[in-house]
């Protein structure tokens, strides 16, 4: 059973289990030989810049390595340097966080998510689009846009019982190259 206790948890997690993620990584804020070598190996429009000491922590969106140092001091011991989702945010087809549980009874899904463009994990809890428990033999999910690519992903990744956020697109992204890219998984936090 997989268990992720905070950000850098989920991140060695899903780099370990090979997922679809948009390149990222952990640093010190100290780091910045290994933050030049971030920004130099994954070259990209926009880069975010991340708390990792609290869910929701700040963020912050730079263009470039100079705005990374410039940005720095606003982060105290760790941080989350990755390339931003929001370059792609006209091709979003299904944005959320779900949960697929097995059991003995038949399997179940915790969806919540929104379809359009501005949706981001930060704000489908605010007016989702799709928020519901529900069976997986049931009609109505796999008529969501977007469902049966994440279903397909996380039967072939064997992603049952944890929290998944993820984006569907409707062209290939992230480091594998796929239409689904995981942005984060969650057990215990």
Known sequence: ???????????NKMKELRLNIMPLDFFRSDDIEGIKKFFKKYKAEEYVMRDTT??????????????????????KGEVTIGVSYRIYKEHIVLVGDIK???????????????????????????????NLHASLDEERVWKI?????IMSYITEHELYN?????????????????????CEIRTDY
């Open 1 to 11: 059973m997989i268990k992720i206790r905070n950000k850098k948890d989920a991140i």
């Open 54 to 75: 609290k869910a929701k922590g700040n963020f912050y969106y730079v263009k470039n390595l100079e705005e990374a140092l410039k940005t720095l001091p606003k982060f």
């Open 100 to 130: 697929v549980t097995r059991g003995a009874f038949g399997d179940t899904v915790d969806l919540t998510a929104r379809t359009d463009s501005e949706a981001t994990q930060r704000n489908i809890y605010e007016e989702p689009e799709y």
């Open 145 to 149: 846009p977007g469902f049966s690519k």
């Open 162 to 182: 944890i929290i998944i956020e993820f984006i569907v697109y409707d062209c290939k992204v992230g480091i594998n190259k796929e239409n689904v890219v995981i």
